[in-house]
């Protein structure tokens, strides 16, 4: 089992930036890729970034530029440092891994862009 609480949302203006949080406990052993997707109202959930074990990245297209991904391994965190934040960036923001087999999620964090 694998446990992951985000943290660091919230709302911020147009052109303004975020840190997101997940502090991941449990069975971590097993983990080797982390990331982030997020879901807006109606929407599907859909992929933001991953981040490996050897810190190779993958970031959607709609945020490449803008958001960046990194983890460390000694506090099993991972972050997600967002800026040139935007309106459709609204969403609730999800941490992920698959561990042994599985996957797992956090809560969400609400992050909305809005003035």
């Known amino acids: 089992q694998v446990q992951l609480v985000e943290s660091g949302g919230g709302l911020v203006q147009p052109g303004g930036s975020l840190r997101l949080s997940c502090a991941a406990s449990?069975?971590?052993?097993?983990?080797?890729?982390m990331g982030w997707y997020r879901q807006a109202p109606g929407k599907e959930r859909e992929l933001v970034a991953t981040?490996?074990?050897?810190?190779?990245?993958n970031y959607a297209y709609f945020v490449k530029g803008r958001f960046t991904i990194s983890r460390d391994d000694v506090k099993n965190t991972v972050h997600l440092q967002m800026n040139s934040l935007k309106s459709e960036d609204t969403a609730v923001y999800y941490c992920?891994?698959?561990?042994?087999?599985?996957?797992?999620w956090g809560q969400g964090t609400q992050v909305t862009v809005s003035s």
């Open positions: 449990g069975s971590i052993s097993n983990i080797n890729v």
């Open positions: 992920h891994t698959l561990a042994g087999g599985y996957n797992y």
């Open positions: 981040i490996t074990s050897a810190r190779v990245t």
